[in-house]
């Protein structure tokens, strides 16, 4: 168990819908990334937050968007959903100082668009 | 920019036999490097890192990788592979100076063991 929480673990929904994934970092991990996994993408990094705050951005659509809340916790908003949205999306977290680059992952969120 | 090669998307072994899992890197800054494994239907699980301490790094499950910066490698390597083995595996890099960056990963190589 990474300790890092991702809910739910399915989701399916059409085309057009909106839907938001949830994760919850290890605790005291103060850093959260999200990446998409598919078929013909890979794994690709989408976002990272710092103590609420956005640090990095990868290859996200203007579709989706994220935060981060005062608790830490993350949701990923995707929205106007697109049957190649379909994908595993993961949530990682890390900690602060020297020698925590490592980031955690949790079990994911396979988003089925149909 | 960053990035990672895995050769081979699929590597076959019989148990008991060598693992050899090729990764090669490109960085313009000194990199931490990683090895993740996931099993079907899991999350990413942590196998070993680089961090620019010993270049020999040992991992969990009797892996471990060498970083040799000459050729810009990071195989992965397990004496004598297990059933349990089979899964996919991710080489990722990201940069050494900087925190909290994001881990560029390589395709995959998904590790079949027959008995």
């Known amino acids: 168990d990474s300790g890092v929480t991702q809910t739910p673990k399915h989701l399916i929904t059409a085309t057009g819908q909106r839907v938001t994934l949830r994760c919850s970092p290890r605790s005291g991990d103060l850093s959260v990334y999200w990446y998409q996994q598919s078929l013909d993408q890979g794994l690709q990094f989408l976002i990272q937050?710092?103590?609420?705050?956005?640090?990095a951005k990868g290859n996200i659509l203007e579709r989706f968007s994220a935060q981060q809340f005062p608790d830490l916790h993350s949701e990923l908003n995707l929205s106007s959903l697109e049957l190649g949205d379909s994908a595993l999306y993961f949530c990682?977290?890390?900690?602060?100082?020297?020698?925590?680059?490592?980031?955690?992952f949790g079990a994911g969120t396979r988003l089925s668009v149909l | 920019a960053q990035s990672v090669t895995q050769l081979g998307s699929h590597v076959s072994v019989s148990e008991g036999a060598l693992v050899l899992l090729r990764c090669n890197y490109s960085s313009s800054v000194p990199p931490y490097l990683f090895w993740y494994v996931q099993y079907p239907n899991q999350g990413l699980q942590l196998l070993l890192k680089y961090t620019s301490a010993a270049t020999l790094v040992k991992g969990i499950n009797g892996f471990e990788a060498e970083f040799k910066k000459s050729e810009t490698s990071f195989h992965l390597t397990k004496p004598s592979a297990h059933m349990s083995d089979a899964a996919e595996y991710f080489c990722?890099?990201?940069?050494?100076?900087?925190?909290?960056?994001?881990?560029?990963f390589g395709t995959g190589t998904r590790l079949l063991v027959s008995p």
């Open positions: 990722a890099v990201s940069s050494l100076n900087t925190g909290f960056q994001k881990l560029v």
């Open positions: 990682a977290s890390s900690g602060l100082g020297a020698g925590e680059n490592i980031q955690y």
């Open positions: 937050y710092y103590n609420g705050e956005e640090r």
